[in-house]
Every structure is written in C-alpha cells, then in structure tokens.
C-alpha cells in the first residue's frame, strides 16, 4: 500500500461531519438526593428549580414512569416565570415534538427568550433553527452571531459549529481556516470529539496552520478513542500511509476495522489492503485488538 491507495478523502468527510451535529444539549439534574415527593410539593408551590427537576425526572424516566408531556407541563411553568433553562428546554420540546404537537416557530419563540438572556445552550439552538431554515428563514450570517455569542462564553458545542462554518465557507460566510482553526482548538483543548477530528485535518491539510502530521495524528485519535469514525478512519489512513507516525500496516487494519464497523463501509477495501501487507499471525492479533478497540471505542449517544 502506498500513499496514493490511501488518501483520507479530508474534503468528502469535512461537511457532511459538520451537518451531522446536534441541535440539542442535554443537562443533568439529580433527585436521588431530595424525595420526589417534596420535589413535587415545592414546584407546585412555583419553585423554579423544583420545576426544573421535576420535568428533567419526567424527561429521562428517573424516579418515575417516562412522561414527555408531564416534563414539557413543567418546563413550561419555569418558562413562563422566566427562566431561561426551562424557556430552552421548552424550545427544545417543541422542535423535537417531545411531549408537544412539533412546532419549529414555538421552538424559536422560546430558545430566543432564553438565548436574549445569555443562556448559552439556548443561543446554540437557536443558531442552529437559523442554521437549518427550522421555524425561521435560513440564515447562516444569523447563526454565526448566536453560535459565536455562547462560543465566548466558552460553550464547546458553539465553537466547534463557529468552527465549521468559517471553515465551509457557505451561505454568505466568507472561508477562514485561521478562525476555523481558532475556534476547532477551543473546543478540542475542552473534549469535543467532532472539534478534535476537525483540528486534524486542519492539520493533515496545511489549512491556517503549517502542515504537522504528528499534531493531526494526535487530535485524530483523541477523537476515534471518543468513537467520532471519522477519525478513526483517518488514523487508520495515517497508519497506512506513514504520515504523523511510523508506517504500520497492523494498525492500519485494526483502525479501518473499527471505522468500517462503526459505519464507514467506504474504508473496507483499505482495510483489505493492509490485511494483505499482514503474515497470518500478524493478522490475526490485528483482528483481535479491532475487537477490542470496536467495543472500546464506541460512537458516542445522545444530544450534544
């Protein structure tokens, strides 16, 4: 195998692994420590926060029987007294039809009352209503704004989607691998595994940074040992071609095999070329550690 069999297809990858980001962010409330049954009492009783705990109990299933509609019944009482989590998390109701007839101009109304006060999850899904023309005109210019308002705040889901946008260069968005760069970093330095994978190819690409394979190689496996596939294919394509590493056809395989049965089908015939570079013995360890790896490094669930 040499380097023109395995090129890492860097620009099919790069938009449609931006556009697979998620709209939703998913925050954490505990009851184990307070009785539900008091839980309830203080937020029929209008306790904001006892509101708030309650619906995300309904919302998850914790403590009590799912209820998608009795979490948006609560997450509306702390929307309309104002607060901004419960306004967002009403928003979001409404854009996924959880517990509500799907309404995008109602998930709108409510992510903006709660993106003006600052709340950083609610001015990234109200970016990305504008990003996908969801209950108002698309307009990438308008996501940018909001996208950028919660990155400041330090929101990694908003830089890494700042990120990608400057480094698209669409929708009236002028292209700027420097501030793509500038923001991918952000996000990456805090976990995000989609920012990671992107700062790779950055990279790998010489795009507003001097070309370092070694520095991509290591975003690229911060974010496959995340399960972003991805990256795991182009850590196997870096492998196989020597670059950011020492050339290593077993490794190569294990990284095609976890990527390929992580869902990227497109990777198997490079995966069946480094097999034959393999002796069967080699082989052989290498189809064990891909099975080690598959079950290690899982693509992540749920809402961003």
Known sequence: MNQSTAVPPYKRYARSFFLALCLL??????????????????????DVEAQLNLADSYSKGESVTMDAQQAAVWYRKAAEQGNAKGQSKLGACYAYGAGLPKDAKQAVVWFRK??????????????????????????????????????????????????????????????DAKQAGFWYRKAAEQGDA??????????????????????AVFWYRKAAEQGTVDAQSFLGFSYANGKGVPQ?????????????????????????????????????????????YFKQYQPQNGFR
């Open 25 to 46: 962010q998913s925050a954490s409330y505990a009851c184990a420590s307070q009785d539900l049954t008091e839980i309830r009492r203080m937020a029929e009783q209008g």
């Open 114 to 175: 709660a993106a003006e006060q600052g709340y950083a999850k609610a001015q990234v899904n109200l970016g990305m209503q504008y990003f996908t023309g969801g209950g108002v005109a698309k307009d990438w210019k308008q996501a940018v704004v909001w996208f950028r308002k919660a990155a400041e705040q330090g929101d990694a889901s908003a830089q890494s989607l700042l990120g990608g946008l400057y480094g698209l260069g669409e929708g009236g968005i002028a292209k």
């Open 248 to 292: 290593d056809y077993k490794q190569a395989y294990v990284w095609f095999s976890v990527a390929a049965a992580n869902g990227d089908f497109s990777v198997s015939e490079f995966r069946d070329r480094a097999a034959k570079q393999l002796s069967k013995t080699q082989l052989a360890d290498a189809q064990e550690l891909a099975g080690n």
């Open 194 to 215: 989609s920012a990671q994978s992107s700062l790779g190819n950055i990279y790998a690409e010489g795009e507003g940074v001097p070309q370092d394979y070694k520095q």
